[in-house]
């Protein structure tokens, strides 16, 4: 699942790649990160009541609009493309509230042995990825507001080259309109976008473990490692 990302683009530049205006708050209030993970502040754009997109901040982990409890939700960082459209937590975002989350690349995990190794993916043409993802408001009683994400993921494509069995669903500039249309509500037209990336969009290497810490958040831990195995565990 992709429950980890980079995000050290600055939002300008963000804004520009996926056509939106931006919230005036991220020009000085987002810094960048090299390792984010759930309940962090991620980013994300959707059509507006006034139809103009606008970049803006999240919390990454959805709370739906009805939840009593803010907390009860932390784990809904990632929604299944198979079951989206159908579970409760996520049906109602999936069919007014879809968003494009950018980021610059994704770590994900593979089990060797005893131990896992994890591995850095990006786009192979350089430029941020995409993801598919929806978006909610929640305001409990006495509680401050909430703008959470989620990213979709799906079964894994070639690109994952056996590290993992699930992957963000990421989208071409050309689907982004169609994803974000307020007016799009066929589940079965929804859907078919939620694909494995194709071949070739994205390349990956491995990186150090320290990126396992959530604490540990600086642009070394992009830096190739080599990969974990017996002879470096000391087995």
Same mark, same amino acid.
């Given at each position: 699942?992709?429950?980890?990302?980079?995000?050290?683009? +600055?939002?300008?530049?963000?804004?520009?790649?996926?056509?939106?205006?931006?919230?005036?708050d991220?020009?000085?209030?987002?810094?960048?990160h090299w390792?984010?993970?759930?309940?962090?502040?991620?980013?994300?754009?959707? $059509? /507006?009541?006034?139809?103009?997109?606008?970049?803006?901040?999240?919390?990454?982990?959805?709370?739906?609009?009805a939840?009593?409890?803010? /907390?009860?939700?932390? =784990?809904?960082f !990632?929604?299944r493309? $198979?079951?989206?459209?159908?579970? %409760?937590?996520?049906? !109602?975002?999936?069919?007014? /509230?879809?968003?494009?989350?950018?980021a +610059?690349?994704?770590? $994900?995990w593979?089990?060797?042995?005893?131990?896992? %190794?994890?591995?850095?993916?990006?786009?192979?043409?350089?430029?941020?990825?995409v993801?598919?993802?929806?978006?909610?408001?929640?305001r409990? *009683?006495?509680?401050?507001?909430?703008?959470?994400?989620?990213?979709?993921?799906?079964? /894994?494509?070639?690109?994952?080259?056996?590290?993992? +069995?699930?992957m963000?669903?990421?989208?071409e %500039?050309?689907?982004?309109?169609?994803?974000?249309?307020?007016?799009?509500? +066929?589940?079965?037209?929804? *859907?078919?976008?939620?694909?494995?990336?194709?071949?070739?969009?994205?390349?990956?290497?491995?990186? =150090?473990? $320290?990126?396992?810490?959530?604490? !540990?958040?600086?642009? *070394?831990l992009? %830096?190739?490692?080599? *990969?974990?195995?017996?002879? !470096?565990?000391?087995?």
């Open positions: 699942m992709c429950g980890r990302i980079a995000l050290y683009s +600055d939002p300008p530049r963000l804004a520009r790649l996926v056509e939106a205006g931006i919230d005036p991220l020009v000085d209030g987002v810094t960048p390792n984010v993970g759930p309940t962090a502040t991620i980013l994300g754009a959707r $059509e /507006s009541s006034d139809g103009h997109r606008v970049l803006r901040a999240y919390r990454w982990g959805l709370v739906p609009k939840a009593k409890d803010a /907390s009860a939700h932390k =784990g809904a !990632n929604a493309a $198979e079951t989206v459209a159908s579970r %409760q937590m996520f049906r !109602n975002a999936f069919m007014r /509230s879809r968003a494009l989350i950018p +610059d690349g994704f770590f $994900e593979k089990t060797m042995g005893k131990a896992k %190794q994890p591995y850095y993916f990006h786009r192979a043409d350089g430029f941020p990825m993801f598919a993802g929806l978006t909610e408001y929640w409990g *009683e006495g509680a401050d507001a909430i703008h959470s994400a989620t990213i979709i993921t799906t079964a /894994s494509g070639s690109d994952m080259d056996g590290i993992h +069995d699930r963000p669903v990421i989208l %500039q050309g689907a982004w309109d169609h994803w974000l249309d307020p007016e799009l509500i +066929d589940r079965d037209d929804l *859907e078919s976008m939620l694909q494995p990336a194709p071949e070739g969009t994205l390349v990956h290497y491995p990186v =150090g473990r $320290e990126v396992g810490n959530i604490r !540990n958040d600086r642009p *070394e992009l %830096q190739p490692a080599p *990969e974990v195995t017996p002879l !470096n565990l000391g087995w």
